[in-house]
């Protein structure tokens, strides 16, 4: 990332490593990648290039706020990898049917997905970090996407990655995500004129400001719980708007969009 502003008082308190420096916001850089996103929405290495392009101190804010935390300081300590569990398919494919982790799990199977796709997008683009603790929770957010989708309820679809980024910026007031909701439901509002689009995306981020804060839930402990049961738990309210719009849910599939 070029042009990084100066460290300010944001030093790593670790005083025998490099201070981590908050980067300035590369609007043209983000802007690039958002309009290459559009174009090929199943290029998801574009959109570490916008988050890390609009982050600012938000991350940083974010990694402060998990460190703070009793669970945050254990993964750290033990050096807890959430990608273990991810990648543990046998693990999960033995939970019960409507799990969390076993719903997770299926939604992988039948999307051709998987945590190292989500390594392999985002390749290159942590070289920055002088920390690995930093680096933990970096990997940490990075690998819990998809369970994100599995718990707000919203598919790979175009207008379904629209709304979870709306969430997630509902979430962390990560610039990056509100960019890539707002041209999401720009482009599919053209497409579908009729649809509640726009209302369907500020559901989803009013719905990640009332959801707990999901940065710092322990994942590994509510696989086996079920779905509904952790989504209660966690105040995660249905994405009715979201559900209701079948025919924007099938156009932007990546089939349905990768065939226009």
Known sequence: MTNPAAPATLNHPDDQLEPYVIPKREWRTAWRALKQLIATPEDTSQVFIIMRSLAKDAFWTEYQRFKATAFGKRVLADEIELLDTLTNRE????????????????????????????IEAGE????????????????????????????????????GEACVVAFSYGQTKSLGFAAIAVMGAYHFKQSFPKAKIWRAVWQAYRTGKKTTWLPGVNWENLMHLPLEEVREMLNVRKPTLYAHAEDVIAGTRPEALAAQ
């Open 91 to 118: 693990y999960l494919a033995k939970l019960p049917l409507g799990s969390f982790g076993r719903t997770y799990y299926d939604f992988c199977q039948r999307e051709g997905i998987s945590p190292e796709g989500l």
């Open 124 to 159: 290159g683009h942590y070289d920055d970090f002088t920390d690995e603790d930093m680096y933990r929770y970096a990997r940490r957010t990075r690998e819990s996407h998809d369970l994100w989708h599995i718990l707000t309820g919203y598919g790979r679809d175009g207008f």
